[in-house]
């Protein structure tokens, strides 16, 4: 889900209902009011589907420095209150877009100057820190398509830019192909940041056209760049024992990226991609 509210979105009850059927046992809360915001509500709904929650979903600009710290923390606040009355472990940290992700409208420049990098991992550092004391929870940054946190050399200066100890990588596949990355190569490389996965794949055609293109990446979605494994990249299988190899207890979260799309064509994806990771030993 990709926003609290869209008519495009199937209603939350038939989200909940159809993980379950999946034979999944972990959501994410995904933006903070698509689901219920009280936790007494959040706990019925999820328990009697055999569901649990693993993260919390919060949006940062921390790029932007200290102007920014008192709305994100209220943003973020909001969500750590809800995971953590969850039973959450982990809050997961999607930096903001340079280019708007519905109308691909550019909203500011797609590479940092050294201050605003100096924000970005200073004030991520301060929300780690903030979020563990105060709620028991450990950031992931999510790296994402059309934000500055993307490519394997962002994503590598952003880790070397970070205390290990405050801040982990919520590892997604499929926007780390994206956006040109190997997962493989990310895992071994610094395999102590990783905290968390999400696994999806990118449909290898269609991506060359959105790059050929600078096509933004919510029209590449409705195009169908990310795609169900195992017809894309990366090779799930390969990631997964290289995940495996680092010998910690790792949520991964399966994903496919569609919207918008028929109501009734996630359920059946969903059942599939679960059939095959347990095929690939997950």
């Known amino acids: 889900m990709w926003f609290p509210d869209d008519p495009q979105q199937v209603p939350w009850q038939r989200f909940l209902d159809e993980v379950s059927q999946s034979g999944y046992e972990w959501i994410e809360l995904g933006p903070y009011g698509y689901l219920p915001t009280d936790p007494a509500v959040l706990t019925e709904e999820t328990a009697r589907r055999g569901l649990k929650v693993s993260a919390g979903t919060v949006f940062t600009g921390l790029h932007h420095g200290e102007s920014v710290w008192e709305k994100t923390w209220a943003h973020v606040a909001d969500n750590a209150v809800l995971a953590q009355a969850m039973g959450a472990s982990h809050l997961v940290v999607i930096p903001s877009f340079w280019r708007d992700d519905k109308t691909g409208e550019v909203l500011e420049p797609d590479t940092l100057t050294p201050e605003q990098w100096r924000n970005l991992t200073t004030l991520t550092e301060r929300l780690g820190h903030e979020v563990r004391e105060r709620y028991g929870l450990q950031i992931v940054v999510h790296p994402h398509a059309d934000t500055h946190i993307d490519s394997e050399a962002n994503v590598t200066r952003f880790l070397d830019g970070t205390d290990s ?3 982990s990588l919520c590892l997604d596949t499929g926007h780390y192909a994206y956006c040109g990355g190997d997962s493989v190569k990310l895992i071994e490389t610094y395999g102590e940041r990783i905290g968390y996965l999400h696994l999806k794949q990118v449909d290898p055609e269609i991506l060359a056209d959105v790059r ?48 918008p799309c028929e109501p009734d064509k996630p359920l059946p994806i969903a059942q599939r991609t679960r059939a095959f990771l347990r095929s690939c030993g997950a």
Request: proline letters at 12%; hydrophobic letters at 50%.
């Open 212 to 259: 050929a293109n600078e096509v933004p990446f919510g029209p590449a979605v409705a195009r169908g760049v990310m795609c169900e494994p195992p017809a894309g990249v990366p090779e799930l299988g390969p990631v997964l024992a290289a995940a495996q190899k680092l010998d910690v207890d790792l949520f991964a979260i399966v994903e496919q990226d569609m919207y």
């Open 165 to 167: 100890s405050l801040v």
